[in-house]
């Protein structure tokens, strides 16, 4: 089992950043790819962006591409998400995940086998 806590959420004005922080504990050894999803108000869940173990490789919704960084520490069993040039549609519960398939970059939710319990991320225009 691993346990995934997010943190860093808040209320940021358009065009502002916040950088969500992910800590990782329990099974940390074993290698996962490190995903991040966004849910807002009557929306489904929906993929922002993913890291392999390796943290060599990297991918982004079209969406927040160029705006959005996901980084990890290993180390610290951290996963990070800066996010610049904040929008209002960026408003929404950032999630947390793990997923076995450490070598690739998956986008969709079933790929995932954890969760943490989110945070709130909202932009005001």
């Known amino acids: 089992q691993v346990q995934l806590v997010e943190s860093g959420g808040g209320l940021v004005q358009a065009g502002g950043s916040l950088r969500l922080s992910c800590a990782a504990s329990?099974?940390?050894?074993?290698?996962?790819?490190m995903g991040w999803f966004r849910q807002a108000p009557g929306q489904e869940r929906e993929f922002v962006a993913a890291?392999?173990?390796?943290?060599?490789?990297?991918d982004y919704a079209d969406s927040v591409k160029g705006r959005f960084t996901i980084s990890r520490d290993n180390a610290k069993n951290m996963v990070y998400l800066q996010m610049n040039s904040l929008k209002p549609d960026d408003t929404a519960v950032y999630y947390c995940?793990?997923?076995?398939?450490?070598?690739?970059?998956?986008?969709?939710?079933?790929?995932?086998?954890?969760w943490g319990q989110g945070t709130q991320v909202t932009v005001s225009s």
């Open positions: 890291i392999t173990w390796s943290g060599d490789n990297t």
């Open positions: 995940a793990a997923s076995t398939f450490y070598w690739r970059l998956p986008r969709a939710r079933r790929e995932y086998d954890y």
């Open positions: 329990g099974r940390t050894g074993s290698g996962y790819t």
